[in-house]
């Protein structure tokens, strides 16, 4: 993977969520390797990856909207 693409995608969806760029990169990190673990195909982990952190923090986002308490 090229750590520059990463970087790059890890600020871009921190500045679209209003997460730190340090969660985000670790939860890129995570679903990426998820991804890899299973993928027999290679090309398009990178964009998968960035898909579902962006999923998972909008459904965090929702979570937290739904709740005032939270």
Known sequence: ???RTRQREV???ALQT????EEV???YDEALQRLAES???????LLLASKR????LQARRRS???DPLA
């Open 1 to 3: 993977m090229n750590e």
């Open 11 to 13: 600020l871009e969806i």
């Open 18 to 21: 209003g997460v730190s760029a």
């Open 25 to 27: 990169g670790q939860l």
């Open 39 to 45: 993928a027999q195909v290679q090309d398009y982990l």
């Open 53 to 56: 952190v962006r999923q998972s």
């Open 64 to 66: 937290n909207f739904d």
